[in-house]
């Protein structure tokens, strides 16, 4: 686990720059942390990284937004609004977790029925600092020790 600082959005553009390379299809990221925290702009900036041309737009009022244009799918949802896990299956979300890269807002509700994720970021913002937690699976780890 590494905690970062983000004192400006260019810390975040740089953490997503270093993230983008490391991803492939069937890799699932959770984002994870406080509102406004910084969870949709990681998701541009690394779908900026992916080659993804099309505007990237917070999903949370439509759950999932996907983006075909860039070097693999991918996949953004934000679960704040979920109510049942039931809903989330409707979405087909297995079908989509092998095929692109999944990122996932909120995703408290999603967690029993993941099977598993690659990279879990918590997100930290008290109205002055941002900071987060990078948090791997045992796979992804070498990439972010200190
Ligand atoms: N260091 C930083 N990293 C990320 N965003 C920053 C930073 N500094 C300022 N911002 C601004 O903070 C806002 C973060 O909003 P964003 O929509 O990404 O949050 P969120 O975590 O997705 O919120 P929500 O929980 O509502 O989905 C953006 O407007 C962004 O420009
Ligand atoms: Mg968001």
Redesign the pocket.
């Known amino acids: 686990m590494k905690h970062i600082k983000?004192?400006?959005?260019q810390?975040?553009i740089d953490l997503a720059a270093y993230i983008a390379p490391l991803l492939k299809p069937g890799h699932v990221v959770l984002l994870d942390?406080d509102?406004?925290?910084?969870?949709?702009?990681?998701t541009k900036q690394v779908g900026y990284f992916l080659g993804v041309q099309e505007q990237i737009d917070?999903p949370?009022f439509v759950l999932l937004k996907e983006y075909h244009c860039g070097r693999y799918p991918l996949y953004h949802l934000?679960l704040?609004r979920l109510k049942s896990e039931g809903e989330l299956l409707d979405l087909g979300i297995f079908d989509m977790l092998e095929s692109g890269i999944t990122f996932i807002?909120?995703p408290a509700l999603a967690e029993n029925l993941l099977p598993y994720y690659t990279l879990k970021l918590v997100?930290h913002f008290d109205g002055k600092q941002?900071s987060v937690e990078v948090i791997p699976d045992g796979e992804h780890e070498t990439y972010f020790t200190e």
């Open positions: 983000l004192a400006s959005e810390d975040t942390g509102l406004g925290s910084g969870k949709t702009f990681f917070s949370s934000d704040y807002e909120w997100f941002r």
